[in-house]
C-alpha cells in the first residue's frame, strides 16, 4: 500500500507507474542475464575505429598515423605480391596455398586503400565520405578472417595426417572435405556481407545506419573469440585422440611445431582484436588523439602486422605444402 501511494506522488501519478513497470520488466530475470545484457551493451557502445564512419572530423585524431600506415601496408602488399608470384612457379592457381596468399594479397591492397583514401581526406579536408569508408573499413576484417580459417583449416589436416593414424582414411578426401565446408560457409558468409552493404547505403531502408554497424562489430567480436576458441578445443581433442600414435617422419613433427606456432600467433591476434572491440579501449571520444594513433598503431602491430609477416616467409612454404596432396617443394624443384 505505501508503495502504491508514493510512487503516483513522486513519479507523475499513471504515467509513473507505466514507467517504472517498464523498467521492472526490461530487467535481467537472472545472474546470466546481466552478464549478457552488460555484453551486449559493451559490444553496440564499441566502434572501435567504425565509429569515425558517421562523424569525419573524427578522422583528425589519426593525424599523421595515416600516411605512416598506407606506407607500412604498402610495403608489405609489394612482399606478399612478390611471394605469391612465387608461389605459383610451384603450385597451380588454386591451391590451398595460392588462395591463402591471394587472401592476405587483397587484405593489404584494401587495407592501403583504406589508409591512402584517409590521409587524402585529411590533406584535402573533403567531406561526405562515410559510405565509402564504412567499406574500406569492416571488408578487410572479414578477409583476414577468411583467411585464418583457410589457415586453421589447413593446420588441422597438417596436425591429423603427420602421424601414423586411422581415424581418417585418406589425406584427400579429408581435403576435399573441409574445402566444400569452407567454401559453402564463405559464399554465404559473403553474401550476408554484399546484402548488409546495400542496405547500409540504402540508408537502412529507414532505419538508423548505426544499427547495422551495431550487427557488424557484434558478429566480428563473436568470430574473433571464437575462432581461437575452435582452435583450442580442436588442439587439445587431437592431442589425445592421436598421443599414442607416432609421427610419419621427423620432418613431419617439425611441420607441426611450426605451425602450432603460426596458428597461435594468429589465434592470439584475434582475441586480442576482439577484445579491443568489446572493451571499446580505443573509443575515440576517451581518448586524445595522440593516444588513440598509438593505440590504433600497436593494435595493428599485434593482431595484423606480426602474423602476416612471419606467414610471409618463404621457408614456411615447405611447412605448410606438407599438410596438401602435394609433396613439399623446394625452390630447385
Given at each position: 500500500?505505501?508503495?502504491?501511494?508514493?510512487?503516483?506522488?513522486?513519479?507523475?501519478?499513471?504515467?509513473?507507474?507505466?514507467?517504472?513497470?517498464?523498467?521492472?520488466?526490461?530487467?535481467?530475470?537472472?545472474?546470466?542475464?546481466?552478464?549478457?545484457?552488460?555484453?551486449?551493451?559493451?559490444?553496440?557502445?564499441?566502434?572501435?575505429?567504425?565509429?569515425?564512419?558517421?562523424d569525419e572530423h573524427n578522422?583528425?585524431?589519426?593525424?599523421?598515423?595515416?600516411?605512416?600506415?598506407?606506407?607500412?601496408?604498402?610495403?608489405?602488399?609489394?612482399?606478399?605480391?612478390?611471394?605469391?608470384?612465387?608461389?605459383?612457379?610451384?603450385?597451380?592457381?588454386?591451391?590451398?596455398?595460392?588462395?591463402?596468399?591471394?587472401?592476405?594479397?587483397?587484405?593489404?591492397?584494401?587495407?592501403?586503400?583504406?589508409?591512402?583514401?584517409?590521409?587524402?581526406?585529411?590533406?584535402?579536408?573533403?567531406?561526405?565520405?562515410?559510405?565509402?569508408?564504412?567499406?574500406?573499413?569492416?571488408?578487410?576484417?572479414?578477409?583476414?578472417?577468411?583467411?585464418?580459417?583457410?589457415?586453421?583449416?589447413?593446420?588441422?589436416?597438417?596436425?591429423?595426417?603427420?602421424?601414423?593414424?586411422?581415424?581418417?582414411?585418406?589425406?584427400?578426401?579429408?581435403?576435399?572435405?573441409?574445402?566444400?565446408?569452407?567454401?559453402?560457409?564463405?559464399?554465404?558468409?559473403?553474401t550476408a556481407l554484399l546484402?548488409?552493404?546495400?542496405?547500409?547505403?540504402?540508408?537502412?531502408?529507414?532505419?538508423?545506419?548505426?544499427?547495422?554497424?551495431?550487427?557488424?562489430?557484434?558478429?566480428?567480436?563473436?568470430?574473433?573469440?571464437?575462432?581461437?576458441?575452435?582452435?583450442?578445443?580442436?588442439?587439445?581433442?587431437?592431442?589425445?585422440?592421436?598421443?599414442?600414435?607416432?609421427?610419419?617422419?621427423?620432418?613431419?613433427?617439425?611441420?607441426?611445431?611450426?605451425?602450432?606456432?603460426?596458428?597461435?600467433?594468429?589465434?592470439?591476434?584475434?582475441l586480442l582484436r576482439g577484445?579491443?572491440?568489446?572493451?571499446?579501449?580505443?573509443?575515440?571520444?576517451?581518448?586524445?588523439?595522440?593516444?588513440?594513433?598509438?593505440?590504433?598503431?600497436?593494435?595493428?602491430?599485434?593482431?595484423?602486422?606480426?602474423?602476416?609477416?612471419?606467414?610471409?616467409?618463404?621457408?614456411?612454404?615447405?611447412?605448410?605444402?606438407?599438410?596438401?596432396?602435394?609433396?613439399?617443394?623446394?625452390?630447385?624443384?
Amino acid at each position: 500500500a505505501r508503495v502504491k501511494t508514493e510512487i503516483p506522488s513522486r513519479c507523475g501519478g499513471s504515467n509513473g507507474r507505466s514507467s517504472l513497470s517498464a523498467s521492472i520488466q526490461g530487467l535481467p530475470l537472472n545472474l546470466s542475464g546481466v552478464w549478457l545484457s552488460r555484453a551486449y551493451n559493451m559490444a553496440i557502445r564499441s566502434y572501435d575505429v567504425l565509429a569515425i564512419v558517421g562523424d569525419e572530423h573524427n578522422l583528425g585524431h589519426f593525424g599523421s598515423v595515416t600516411f605512416v600506415l598506407a606506407v607500412a601496408y604498402f610495403g608489405t602488399l609489394i612482399s606478399a605480391s612478390q611471394l605469391l608470384i612465387r608461389l605459383t612457379r610451384y603450385v597451380h592457381r588454386w591451391h590451398t596455398q595460392w588462395i591463402l596468399y591471394l587472401g592476405l594479397v587483397v587484405h593489404l591492397s584494401v587495407r592501403t586503400l583504406t589508409w591512402s583514401i584517409f590521409c587524402w581526406i585529411l590533406v584535402t579536408k573533403q567531406k561526405n565520405w562515410e559510405n565509402l569508408t564504412a567499406i574500406l573499413l569492416s571488408l578487410p576484417e572479414f578477409i583476414f578472417l577468411s583467411a585464418y580459417i583457410l589457415l586453421l583449416f589447413h593446420w588441422l589436416e597438417i596436425l591429423i595426417f603427420s602421424r601414423q593414424q586411422f581415424v581418417f582414411a585418406t589425406k584427400q578426401s579429408f581435403h576435399k572435405s573441409w574445402q566444400r565446408v569452407f567454401m559453402i560457409s564463405h559464399m554465404a558468409c559473403y553474401t550476408a556481407l554484399l546484402v548488409f552493404y546495400i542496405i547500409f547505403l540504402a540508408r537502412g531502408l529507414g532505419t538508423s545506419r548505426s544499427f547495422y554497424f551495431r550487427v557488424l562489430v557484434i558478429a566480428e567480436s563473436a568470430a574473433n573469440f571464437a575462432l581461437p576458441a575452435f582452435h583450442i578445443a580442436v588442439w587439445i581433442y587431437y592431442s589425445f585422440r592421436l598421443a599414442g600414435f607416432a609421427f610419419t617422419s621427423e620432418f613431419a613433427a617439425k611441420t607441426v611445431a611450426w605451425m602450432h606456432c603460426i596458428v597461435t600467433l594468429w589465434s592470439t591476434g584475434r582475441l586480442l582484436r576482439g577484445t579491443v572491440l568489446l572493451a571499446g579501449v580505443a573509443r575515440i571520444e576517451q581518448l586524445s588523439p595522440v593516444a588513440y594513433s598509438m593505440v590504433m598503431v600497436l593494435v595493428l602491430l599485434a593482431t595484423e602486422f606480426l602474423p602476416i609477416i612471419f606467414t610471409l616467409d618463404f621457408n614456411l612454404i615447405e611447412v605448410l605444402l606438407h599438410g596438401e596432396e602435394a609433396t613439399p617443394l623446394t625452390e630447385s624443384s
